[in-house]
């Protein structure tokens, strides 16, 4: 088939590729504009850009996909993971058999920006990846495959979209060679079990400490790498890997930092949780105990 492809991240370069080195051809790539990066805040093509020049693939750079109308007449499926824009409703019929994302939740389940964040967030025991066809609602459209996989118990949401990828990659090109061969039929998604999962800021990477531990541990695993979580300590905002549950240490206030058996505790709503690495303003992600011992902010997150 001729298929297009939108996407902008580096999780969806995998899914590029795969249909790159298929018999399926794609006749060219839509990506976001090149957005500055760095301290130099240099303009810098998406990944997704920068894999299609080196394989000559040709590139369409823009937020508004409306202007592109009519690149995309003749085009038999158009493949979008995490483009970045909503596809406008009147080009949805443009292509023979539509456009097809690639969404990382089980939908209906997560709909939204931020499916893998959320699925942690929320202590789901399972996910996995919906290839479905775009309509006019949001990841509302009708399912052409699913995909899906437990959630390990100390799994960061960049190691779960890693696995996700992987799984979409293998799903999208059985989707499309199923659509190809008149093999696939698309179900509706159910109205029940709807759940959404908007984009994650960085203020709610911020770490409440009041929290239980397991809802600490679980925000924090939600938000690594990105955005990152999060603390003030003194005047200091301090970058937080995933921690270890302490349940056997119970006498630390909410915030309270302690230092036991050369192991970093800090109190929550209910057990302690053990620091793992963390990084401090202008330095490099350190153990937590090299912190302690060169820091002269209070030993107390707020």
Known sequence: MRIAFAGT????????????????????VVTRPDAPTG????????????????????VIKTSTLADHAHEFEGIDAVVVVAFGGMVPEQLLGVPTHGWINLHFSLLPAWRGAAPVQYAILSGDDHTGVTAFRIDHGLDTGPVLGQVSTDISANETSGELLERLTEYGTTLIRQVLDGIEMGQIIAVPQSSS?????????????????????????????????A??????????????????????????????????????????GSHAVELTDVQRPGKTVAPATSWINSSTTEMRFQ
Do not use: Y
């Open 193 to 225: 079990d709807v759940s959404h999962a908007p984009k994650i800021s960085k203020d709610d990477a911020r770490v409440v400490w009041t929290h239980p531990a397991l809802a600490v541990s679980r925000r924090i695993r939600a938000v690594t790498p």
């Open 227 to 268: 955005p990152g979580a999060w603390s003030m300590c003194g005047d200091d905002r301090i970058k937080l890997a995933p921690v270890v549950l302490r349940a056997d240490v119970t006498d630390l206030e909410p915030g309270q930092i302690a230092v036991r058996d050369k192991k970093i505790l800090v109190g929550t």
């Open 9 to 28: 991240p580096e999780s969806a370069i995998a899914p590029l590729a795969a249909l790159f080195a298929s018999h399926h051809h794609v006749e060219f």
């Open 39 to 58: 301290r130099g805040r240099v303009l810098t093509p998406s990944p997704v850009a920068a894999f299609a020049d080196e394989n000559d693939i040709r």
